[in-house]
C-alpha cells in the first residue's frame, strides 16, 4: 500500500514538528539543569537523556521525564549509566533527585516504587 501525496506530505510535516519539539525539549532540560551533568557538573558535549524511554509517547516531552548528562554518563561509564548500568543511574536517581523519580513512577506505574 502507497500512500498519497497528501498523506506523505503531512507524514513529513509531522516529522519535522517532532524534531522541533525534540529540540525546544533538550534546550528546556538544559536550561533548567544549569547546562551540567547532573551526574558530574561537567558543561560540555551535554545530551538530554530521555528517563523513560522517548518511544513512550505520553512522556517523550514531558519536562520531568528529562535529565542532562555528560557524554560519558550518558552513554559510557560502567559505573553510572543510564546506558550502561541502568541500576546503579535508577538508584543514583532515587538519592539525587527524588522529586523526579518519585513523579515518574507515580505517572508511569501509578505507585512510587
Given at each position: 500500500?502507497?500512500?498519497?501525496?497528501?498523506?506523505?506530505?503531512?507524514?513529513?510535516?509531522?516529522?519535522?514538528?517532532?524534531?522541533?519539539?525534540?529540540?525546544?525539549?533538550?534546550?528546556?532540560?538544559?536550561?533548567?539543569?544549569?547546562?551540567?551533568?547532573c551526574?558530574?557538573?561537567?558543561?560540555?558535549?551535554?545530551?538530554?537523556?530521555?528517563?523513560?524511554p522517548?518511544?513512550?509517547?505520553?512522556?517523550?516531552?514531558?519536562?520531568?521525564?528529562?535529565?542532562?548528562?555528560?557524554?560519558?554518563?550518558?552513554?559510557?561509564?560502567?559505573?553510572?549509566?543510564?546506558?550502561?548500568?541502568?541500576?546503579?543511574?535508577?538508584?543514583?536517581?532515587?538519592?539525587?533527585?527524588?522529586?523526579?523519580y518519585?513523579?515518574?513512577?507515580?505517572?508511569?506505574?501509578?505507585?512510587?516504587?
Amino acid at each position: 500500500m502507497t500512500l498519497s501525496k497528501e498523506a506523505r506530505i503531512l507524514a513529513r510535516a509531522a516529522k519535522r514538528v517532532e524534531k522541533e519539539l525534540d529540540i525546544a525539549f533538550s534546550a528546556k532540560i538544559k536550561q533548567r539543569d544549569e547546562w551540567k551533568c547532573c551526574i558530574c557538573g561537567k558543561s560540555d558535549n551535554l545530551h538530554c537523556h530521555h528517563i523513560i524511554p522517548r518511544e513512550d509517547r505520553i512522556f517523550r516531552h514531558d519536562v520531568n521525564n528529562g535529565i542532562t548528562l555528560c557524554c560519558f554518563h550518558h552513554k559510557f561509564s560502567l559505573g553510572i549509566s543510564p546506558h550502561k548500568n541502568s541500576f546503579a543511574f535508577y538508584m543514583w536517581l532515587m538519592a539525587h533527585r527524588p522529586e523526579q523519580y518519585n513523579y515518574l513512577s507515580r505517572s508511569y506505574f501509578g505507585a512510587a516504587i
